[in-house]
């Protein structure tokens, strides 16, 4: 069964920068996408980014677009969020999921298989 594991998170302050990965063994024989989630305590989960995984076309939530980048490394069977001029309301907790037919359905009903989250925190 696919299992992403997520590392990464930390805490940074407004303006700085953290780069999340993400690790499914054989994700790209299993599934068509491959997605970063969030949720901040109180919110519903919401989609971040997602990734083609036998492709290159990548979608983006409008909050993250400019800032944040998802790209894959098959060899490493890993995929990254690269997360530039963060801001406070990107505080959350950030999950890795596998799934999807549709990538640019950024959905989370969508996707099967979950990691277990790695927390970021932005502070002012």
């Known amino acids: 069964q696919l299992q992403p594991v997520e590392s990464g998170g930390g805490s940074v302050q407004a303006g700085g920068s953290l780069r999340l990965s993400c690790t499914a063994i054989?994700?790209?024989?299993?599934?068509?996408?491959m997605a970063w989630f969030r949720q901040a305590p109180g919110k519903e989960r919401e989609a971040v980014a997602s990734?083609?995984?036998?492709?290159?076309?990548?979608y983006y939530a409008d909050s993250v677009k400019g800032r944040f980048t998802i790209s894959q490394d098959i060899a490493k069977e890993t995929v990254y969020l690269e997360m530039n001029t963060l801001k406070t309301e990107d505080t959350a907790m950030y999950y890795c999921?596998?799934?999807?037919?549709?990538?640019?359905?950024?959905?989370?009903?969508?996707?099967?298989?979950w990691g277990q989250g790695t927390q970021v925190t932005v502070s002012s």
């Open positions: 990734i083609v995984t036998r492709g290159l076309d990548t």
């Open positions: 054989k994700y790209t024989y299993t599934t068509n996408c």
């Open positions: 999921a596998a799934g999807g037919l549709i990538c640019s359905n950024l959905s989370p009903d969508f996707y099967s298989y």
